[in-house]
Nanobody
Framework: QVQLVQSGGGLVQAGGSLSLSCAAS????????MGWFRQAPGKEREFVAA????????YYGDPVKGRFTISRDSAKNTVYLQMNSLKPEDTAVYYC?????????????????????WGQGTQVTVSS
């Protein structure tokens, strides 16, 4: 089992920045990748970003490319999401997730079903 505890988020004006953290504990050696998803009210959970745990491969959803950056600190078993140039449409509950393996190549990182463990969710609100 892997436990994920999120921190960060909050309220910011459009154009501002926020950062999220997700600390993993438990069987962290089994992690292959970690990612971030988000879910706005009335919408499906949407892929935001992912990073392969033992390499530098990163993946981003189209809406956040060029604005968000995912990174990790392996020593701390923590993944980060730096969000810049935030827009009101970025408002959502953000979830971190961990995958024991990702199938289907790079496309697999975008899929909810690739991830085995989920954090508790963190609200991010961007005001206009």
């Amino acid at each position: 089992q892997v436990q994920l505890v999120q921190s960060g988020g909050g309220l910011v004006q459009a154009g501002g920045s926020l950062s999220l953290s997700c600390a993993a504990s438990g069987r962290t050696l089994s992690m292959y990748a970690m990612g971030w998803f988000r879910q706005a009210p009335g919408k499906e959970r949407e892929f935001v970003a992912a990073i392969r745990w033992s390499a530098d491969n990163t993946y981003y959803g189209d809406p956040v490319k060029g604005r968000f950056t995912i990174s990790r600190d392996s020593a701390k078993n923590t993944v980060y999401l730096q969000m810049n140039s935030l827009k009101p449409e970025d408002t959502a509950v953000y979830y971190c997730a961990a995958a024991q393996f990702v199938y289907r190549g790079s496309d697999g990182y975008h899929l909810r079903e690739s991830y085995d463990y989920w954090g508790q969710g963190t609200q991010v609100t961007v005001s206009s």
